[in-house]
């Protein structure tokens, strides 16, 4: 978004002039348009206008369908592979193969779809910010159109809970405020005006504008429209989503590397295996079936479905903790995750102004929620200063603050559950409640004679109330209640005010990030109740000052903890809020995310300054201030630049482009709009900031099942290419057919290796650094263990198979024999794949119960198998003989043997040392990580 809301030309000028709306006064704007104040276009014109500009509706796009979310399970490199597979075998007539494969790629792909179709929807709900019907003045009449048909010159009537229908320049407001968070982030109400304003203004500092999409909280106002559809900043921002691409998961980066390696393994092993048969005499058509065993070998056929089931039951765990994944390739992202770029309100802090501190003459007082001090110091209780002296400067401030207040708390019991009126006056109100204050007969008790609303010129508002007599009270600026007072209240008396002694209280409000609003009264005994006149109230002046009052929009509980939590596991948090620097910093410094001294660059810094230099800033700034969506976009930018994984948080309209073009965009699900949540990968059902860093140890848990699960079936692709290419050199009959191979990895490692993504996550999840963007999903470390067991097998199996041969027994047996041997050393090994550096001995069956029942029922299918002829003639396999189970025992030995000792030499350290054990296992990561 750019920082002009839109461009005019002056059809009287010599030289036509493009100037922002903002920036012209109101009879330029309406010149500019043809319109005119009072009495509005004609229906005529309006007509005409809106054949030539169309309607004021923002485009849609369709949801996704169902065939669209079907096809999309099956764009993944390892699905290819399988269907290539899958080709191959009903080409060489080997059906059941085939079916076998069939039945992976259809599990695989009703379980992705499934979970997708439940969190799908486009980016098609922009419509519902707009308000659906308008009040406009046309032919000198007010009337109601619909939203859609405002065209540009339309003169629209604003009111309080209205919502803004298109981009307007004010030429008349009342104490207009406009709330413009989802737009600009800008925590509280805007106050608006008709004054024009300097050309280079953001959209969140153009307070001669109305935003479509913000919401009028209070006053009322006329504007004319400048802007419709596209051409609006809600619109801008909608096409900014649109035309940004959503950048691959990490996750589906690695898989697509991951693919890559192994259709290099499947077309180099197969043309070895043809190559060498061949060679030494072998006829080509068992060359060709040794090849589809080869390749049906090294295809993971059950990694798809293992990988769905272990991100299914990460979005499980996710939803569990507060976190919804709409597409499950970004259920690892925040785990890999390096910094995460956050917005303030609603997300570190509770969208909640809240009172947090008070001054008076007699001194500071802390106002605490759940009786904690949000700010940390060590200050008197409010309520108990007002116990000790009900009738103090603090006692008469708040009431000022309640008597002098427009708002209402809408209660359920005793518990506040909405606030209407303006924010700043309900948080008085609410605070005044929470210390004991009866509002309702504290409100009862006195007559308003006079009201006197608050204006941005005069920057304070005040009431004339009886109360035996007239008092006035009045709240407002520091520094212009200050002119107005020559007196304040300390203990029982009155003093002379020292105006530095005052601002000195305020300024150190302000460097917390406090707003302050300062409280003063007067009673006018020169005067009876029934000299007021409402119309002609007095004026305020010699006022005895009672308090300064300072309020926020607090850090939500658990934040600052959970962002020391992503500190430590190596990620970085920012602050990219549309805020004021003033108040980002001060939130910034108290969660730790910034130092003290730390430099936070704003909106107009980032305008002058170019993609490279941002580039270079981008490492060493945390605190990004009164920013537009285009610069948080631009800032989204810079640190993938560096090759970072990028979260972004977000739950306005302003928020979508960043949103879509991080590695994975957090929305809020409470407070979010809709747009914010369709351009997301992640939403949260709580908005808090503490719900991501849960996730991200939900993420790294999901990575290392992953990793489990591939390394374990990799070893028994590795074991089964080595033992049928040594068969072919050494001239050995091919130890296992095609079925056989499937079998083992579907129906037997298939169900180890999904009870592997059942693990919980590991007691040091949060102590390791986020991984490189470049780091595979087997590192170097489960690489060479890979080789080593899947050679140890390999050899055990052949050892077998030789044994079998020697023994005279059948072929079948000696199939049975080759095939049993991997099958039991796949269910030891299946142990050794839970960590990649902890002791077997020390990784207790009881962390995960499902591996233990799948391992049991797989050697019991196996066993079955064995002798049931169906399978027996698929396979090609009978029973073992008694003799060959020591053997086989033996083999499963030394598998956990070589991995043991390879864990124990790989990380330098004792591999039974063991950490605190949350049921699965864990471990500092590897060198290779």
């Known amino acids: 978004m750019t920082t002009d809301t839109a461009a005019v030309r002056h059809a009287d000028a010599d030289e036509p002039e493009e100037r922002p709306w903002h920036a012209l006064a109101p009879d330029e704007v309406v010149a500019s348009l043809d319109t005119d104040p009072h009495a509005g276009l004609s229906g005529e014109d309006a007509a005409a206008r809106l054949q030539r500009y169309g309607p004021n509706e923002l485009g849609r796009d369709e949801p996704r369908s169902e065939l669209e ?253 507060n976190a919804i994944i709409r597409a499950l390739p970004a259920v690892e992202t925040l785990g890999s995750t390096d910094a995460i770029g956050s917005d303030k309100t609603g997300t570190l802090t509770a969208n909640r102004m809240t009172v947090l501190r008070a001054w008076t003459a007699d001194g500071w007082v802390a106002f605490r929620r759940d009786g904690e001090d949000v700010l940390g110091d060590d200050l008197p209780d409010a309520g108990e200063v007002l116990a000790e002296r009900p009738d103090g400067a603090l006692a008469r401030a708040l009431r000022s603050a309640v008597l002098s207040n427009e708002a209402d708390l809408v209660l359920q019991g005793d518990e506040v559950v909405e606030h209407r009126g303006d924010p700043t006056e309900a948080t008085l109100l609410e605070v005044a409640r929470v210390v004991g204050f009866d509002l309702e007969w504290l409100r009862d008790e006195v007559t308003e004679l006079a009201d006197v609303p608050f204006e941005s010129d005069r920057r304070y508002s005040y009431v004339v109330l009886d109360e035996d007599g007239p008092v006035l009270r009045l709240k407002g600026a520091p520094e212009r209640v200050i002119e107005l007072c020559t007196t304040i209240r300390d203990g029982d008396e009155v003093r002379n005010l020292d105006a530095e002694e005052v601002l000195g209280a305020a300024e150190a409000m302000a460097e917390r990030g406090l707003r302050v609003l300062a409280t003063a009264e007067r009673r006018l005994e020169h005067l009876d109740a029934s000299d007021v006149d409402p119309d002609a109230p007095p004026p305020p002046e010699e006022l005895t000052l009672t308090s300064l009052v300072g309020m926020q929009d607090p850090p939500r509980p658990g934040v600052k903890d959970s962002i020391d939590r992503c500190r430590h596991a190596g990620i970085r948090v920012i602050m990219i809020t549309g805020d004021h620097v003033a108040t980002a910093s001060a939130i910034a410094r108290d969660l730790g995310i910034a130092a003290g001294d730390a430099v936070a660059l704003t909106g107009m810094d980032l305008e002058d300054m170019g993609d490279d230099d941002l580039r270079d800033r981008v490492l060493e700034v945390d605190v990004f201030a009164r920013v537009t969506p285009e610069h948080k976009l631009r800032v989204v930018r810079a640190l993938r630049d560096h090759d970072q994984v990028v979260a972004v948080t977000g739950d306005g309209v302003n928020d979508g482009p960043a949103l879509k073009a991080a590695d994975i965009g957090v929305a809020m699900g409470r407070s979010g709009t809709d747009v914010a949540r369709e351009a997301s990968d992640l939403v949260l059902t709580d908005d808090n900031f503490v719900s991501i860093a849960s996730a991200v140890e939900e993420g790294r848990v999901v990575f290392d099942n992953v990793r489990k699960v591939t390394y374990f079936l990799l070893s028994t692709g590795a074991a089964a290419i080595v033992a049928i290419l040594t068969s072919i050199a050494t001239g050995l009959p091919l130890p296992y057919v095609p079925a056989a191979l499937l079998w083992l990895n579907v129906v037997t490692n298939g169900l180890q290796d999904v009870a592997l993504a059942f693990e919980k996550g590991e007691p040091d999840v949060l102590d390791r650094p986020p991984r490189r963007r470049e780091e595979g999903i087997v590192n170097a470390v489960l690489w060479e263990r890979t080789a080593l067991t899947g050679v140890t097998m390999a050899l055990g199996s052949l050892w077998l198979f030789v044994w079998a041969i020697d023994a005279g027994l059948t072929e079948a047996q000696q199939r049975g024999a080759a095939l049993t041997t991997l099958v039991i050393a796949m269910a030891a090994h299946v142990y050794n794949a839970r960590s990649e550096r902890r002791s077997i001995v020390v990784t207790h069956v009881r962390g995960n119960p499902f591996l233990l029942v799948s391992t049991l029922v797989a050697l019991a299918i196996h066993g079955a198998a064995s002798y049931w002829a169906p399978t027996q003639h698929v396979l090609q396999i009978e029973p073992v003989t008694g003799q060959g189970w020591l053997r086989i025992l033996l083999v499963a030995l030394a598998v956990v043997l070589v991995s043991e000792v390879h864990k124990l030499a790989r990380s330098g350290r004792p591999a039974v040392a063991t950490t605190g054990d949350r049921g699965g296992d864990g471990g500092p990561p590897s060198a290779a990580q």
């Open 69 to 321: 979310i079907l096809l999309s399970q099956f764009k993944s490199p390892l699905i290819y592979i399988l269907l290539v597979a899958g080709v191959v075998t009903i080409a060489i007539e080997e059906y059941t193969d085939a079916a076998v494969i069939a039945a992976v790629l259809v599990i695989n792909a009703v379980i992705g779809f499934v979970q997708e179709r439940k969190a799908d929807r486009a980016v098609h709900a922009l419509m519902e910010l707009a308000a659906p019907r308008s009040v406009v003045v046309r032919d000198g009449e007010e009337m109601e159109v619909e939203s859609t048909e405002l065209v540009r010159g339309d003169i629209v009537l604003l009111a309080s809970g209205t919502r803004v229908p298109a981009d307007l320049r004010l030429i008349r407001a009342t104490a207009l405020e406009v709330d413009e968070s989802l737009l600009t982030g800008e925590s509280r109400p805007v106050r608006k005006g008709v004054a024009p304003v300097d050309e280079g203004a953001l959209a969140a500092d153009q307070s001669s504008m109305a935003f479509m999409g913000s919401a009028v909280a209070s006053g009322r106002g006329r504007g004319t429209v400048v802007a419709t559809a596209a051409d609006t900043v809600l619109g801008s921002i909608a096409e900014s989503i649109r035309a940004e691409k959503r950048p691959k998961t990490p996750l589906q980066q690695r898989m697509h590397r991951f693919a890559n390696v192994i259709g290099v393994a499947v077309l180099a092993s197969t043309v070895v295996a043809f190559v060498l048969g061949v060679a030494l005499g072998e006829p080509v058509q068992d060359m060709s079936l040794t090849a589809v065993a080869l390749a049906v070998a090294v295809v993971p056929e059950g990694l798809p479905v293992a990988f769905t089931v272990a991100m299914a039951l990460g979005v499980r765990r996710m939803a569990q903790r």
